[in-house]
């Protein structure tokens, strides 16, 4: 299934016609530029392009009332004079005759959107458009903004689509109050936004825009805020929040819908955001929320100010959706004093609506830190300083290109015994030439038993053929059955040319001390007892009480431990192992192998043993970028096993700071 866009440019036919400072950023080019970048690209073109439509008043009115739209439907024939007494009754907005035009588009773009993915025409999509939506309010324009795209198109999606649970995740640097006021005591939107506040000095300046409003009635808990309350936050900083907030209360959710109101001026170089976030961490923003809701993402345009990291931030995320390998994370290092204190203020106040928080989140943190998250920059210069929200930064700030994600021409191969069908989409792996003497011969030295046949020399020689084509990016993932595969480990552990394997190894059984011993691994060991007590850091046993046939525990150790550890070790390749008589899930299984592709530019290699051939058309399926089923609403994961991922989480912190969920001197 494809991925939708959908753009017209009659939604850059409106601007500012008269001096006014606040809202100069908000400019035509913003969708120009943005759309160009796709079209140049090549982007565009691998898009399902989907027309835009108006709005019915109907649909606006499922959010704004009767005397707003009345007042908004005048604006077209309104003059200059007009148009700015109209303006000065609302905040940080402006009006345009053109304006009432493309907010009826901007509406009807992403109604459209929602559409195609409800109905199973895409999977998933990006509306490019403007004005944006989410300050907007029942009775009221603000902030460059006159009707709520993403909160109609939630209205629209429960009333038109059945949605029972709709996930709004807002990443623009601002506050979308109209979303929260909109949803404040409906416990069917979930809606998640961070931004950038300051302790509320920054606009919009809202006392509710701090992490203790949760919603209320009904609605408590299903609101998730999580204040900025320092600039120049980066990708180690947004990931945490992912980590350890937004994902693990989204999956306890199980939407059947993810909206994303996304905004790019929580990117580097933005003058309203001053954040230091890089844009290749919206292809694993993306890419981390596309296996919820069964893979039913609708991205939609909010803010983003400077033309460069606009465009650039816009493909890498319509690049992850059309289901491209995303980059591998830069050099992360451990989320800023500042942010741990948002984090963990989100966790406490939330730990009473949601059980993955429970058992984690320790009591209330005290008084904020003051501590400056950035160190200066390497020539001394402090990074992005906020001068109270005054001029934006004079010199200019530079980030790097984000690196080209070339997509190998091969996504997924598999090693099948010969009497085992391939998967549909994928190809049997069967290099050129064999092995030759010299091959056999160290396979059969080292690996084999001398009982063994040829047909297993064979095979093993394929693996490690498969992992050195990922490993060329020749081919992106694979999947093998294996007679052993805990030799098979060992094997491509030894020949991997990777500077770091993660090893996932998931089901009861000993680790080869070889794979252990290996420098270049890190093995997280998913099982229900631990039984190495090898203290190292390379080594991270998971254990849970009921084994991993226990969904929730496995899925709530994989986000908040697995992921974070991935993620920070930022590995070559991936090998997914499951060990026999692993009675993990066939759908926790695919969230698995969905999630780990977002590491290491996609080259994972899922290992399972022979006589299991009955996942390998799912996992194959997930492998070739189909999102895993959704796993619905989670219960609540084992206190005990929660207690034993914070026992975990202490242990390794220290070596592993994107595992960090306190601020140092809060524990
Ligand atoms: C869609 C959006 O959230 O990006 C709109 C942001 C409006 C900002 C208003 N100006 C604030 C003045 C302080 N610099
Ligand atoms: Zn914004």
């Not at 982007?43 to 707003?68: F, K, M, N, Q, W």
């Not at 700015?84 to 304006?99: E, R, S």
């Not at 939407?255 to 976030?277: K, W």
């Amino acid at each position: 299934m494809g991925t939708a866009l959908v753009y017209d440019d009659e939604m850059t036919k409106y601007k500012l016609l008269w001096v006014d400072p606040v809202c100069e950023p908000e400019v035509p080019e913003r969708l120009q530029v943005s759309h160009q970048a796709l079209v140049r690209s090549g982007l565009a073109g691998c898009c399902v392009p989907v027309p835009v439509r108006e709005a019915t008043d109907e649909e606006i009115l499922l959010v704004h009332s009767e005397e707003y739209l009345e007042g908004v439907k005048k604006t077209p024939f309104m003059d200059l004079e007009d148009l700015m007494a109209f303006t000065q009754q609302y905040g940080d907005v402006y009006f345009h005759p053109n304006i009432y035009h493309c907010a009826k588009l901007a509406i009807g773009a992403t109604l459209q959107l929602v559409d195609s993915v409800m109905t199973g025409k895409v999977r998933n999509g990006m509306a490019l458009v403007r004005p944006p939506g989410h300050h907007s309010q029942t009775s009221q324009a603000n902030g460059f903004c006159v009707f709520n795209n993403v909160a109609i198109a939630a209205q629209y999606a429960k009333k038109h689509h059945r949605a029972k649970r709709v996930l709004i995740v807002d990443w623009d640097i601002h506050h979308g109050q109209g979303i929260q006021y909109c949803f404040e005591d409906d416990p069917s939107v979930l809606y998640f936004s961070w931004h950038r506040y300051e302790h509320q000095s920054f606009w919009p300046n809202l006392r509710e825009s701090d992490f203790d409003s949760v919603g209320s009635g009904k609605g408590a808990g299903f609101n998730i805020n999580v204040p900025w309350n320092q600039v120049g936050m980066g990708n180690s900083d947004y990931l945490a929040v992912f980590f350890h907030v937004l994902l693990p209360v989204a999956y306890e959710f199980g939407p059947d819908l993810v909206l994303i109101s996304a905004g790019f001026d929580s990117a580097i170089g933005d003058p309203e955001g001053l954040m230091c976030a890089t844009p290749d961490i919206f292809a694993h923003l993306t890419h981390l929320l596309m296996n919820l809701a069964g893979g039913k993402v609708c991205a939609v345009l909010e803010g983003g100010y400077n033309l460069t990291s606009l465009a650039q931030s816009v493909c890498q995320t319509v690049q992850t959706l059309l289901g491209d390998p995303p980059p591998h994370p830069a050099n992360l290092g451990g989320p800023c004093e500042s942010a741990l204190e948002s984090v963990h203020s989100a966790r406490s106040v939330h730990k009473k609506y949601w059980s993955c928080l429970q058992h984690a989140a320790a009591p209330f943190p005290e008084e904020p830190s003051t501590k400056t998250c950035r160190p200066a920059q390497q020539d001394g210069s402090q990074g992005p300083q906020s001068n109270g929200g005054g001029e934006a930064q004079k010199e200019a700030i530079v980030w790097p290109e984000p690196l080209q994600r070339d997509a190998p021409s091969v996504r997924t191969a598999l090693v099948l015994p010969d009497a085992v069908a391939c998967a549909d989409g994928c190809e049997r792996f069967s290099p050129a030439e064999g092995p030759d003497s010299m091959a056999t011969a160290g396979l059969r030295k080292h690996f084999l038993k001398e009982s063994e046949d040829g047909v297993n020399v064979k095979l093993l020689y394929n693996i490690t053929a498969l992992v050195g084509q990922m490993e060329k990016n020749e081919i992106r993932n694979g999947l093998a059955l294996v007679p052993d595969v805990s030799m098979a480990t060992t094997l491509l552990t030894s020949t991997s040319l990777s500077k770091r394997v993660l090893v996932v190894w998931v089901g009861d059984g000993l680790v080869p001390a070889q794979v252990l011993e290996d420098e270049k691994t890190l093995v997280v060991h998913i099982s229900s007892t631990a039984p190495h007590e090898a203290q190292s850091k390379y080594y991270v046993p998971i254990t849970l009480k009921q084994g991993c046939g226990d969904t929730v525990g496995l899925m709530q150790a994989a986000l908040g431990l697995l992921l974070p550890l991935g993620y920070q070790y930022a590995p070559g390749l991936v090998l997914l192992v499951r060990l026999p008589g692993c009675r993990a899930r066939e759908d926790l299984w695919l969230q698995l192998t969905g999630l780990l592709q977002g590491l290491a530019a996609g080259h994972t290699l899922v290992l399972v043993q022979e006589n299991e051939t009955a996942s390998v058309g799912i996992t194959a399926s997930c492998l070739l970028g189909n999102a895993a089923p959704s796993l619905g609403s989670l219960a609540a994961p084992g206190p005990e096993d929660v207690e034993s991922f914070e026992r975990l989480r202490l242990r390794l912190q220290t070596d592993w700071p994107l595992l960090q969920t306190t601020a140092p001197d809060k524990r």
